[in-house]
């Protein structure tokens, strides 16, 4: 497999619950609201192009925390199976994916 396009994107959606249907996670089925700040789900997308095998073909899973981690960690562990033998594996596993913390404390 070699994806032209994979993103996992993390969402962080408030609406009112009363104006928007559930939003669940496709692997385990429970609900990504969390009481008192909207829908905390990530989401594993891919928007295969021109040349792939799935071209024109699009997907969108949604994920909750716990399997987002879960997928997240497989991934993981299948980097670092194809990477065992690099003479350089520099990469901090434990931040595989992330781009970016909270900015909490910066002046805005
Ligand atoms: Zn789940």
Redesign the pocket.
Known sequence: MSPLEVLFVKHIVVLPSETVADIT??????S?HVEGHGFQFGTLQAHWGYGSKHDGERYEVH??E???FGALSGLRRERMVNTMFDENPDRADDEFGLVQRSEFWKDN
Do not use: E, I, P
Request: proline share 0%; charged share 10%.
């Open positions: 996670c496709d692997v385990c089925c429970q990504t994920l909750c716990a399997c987002f």
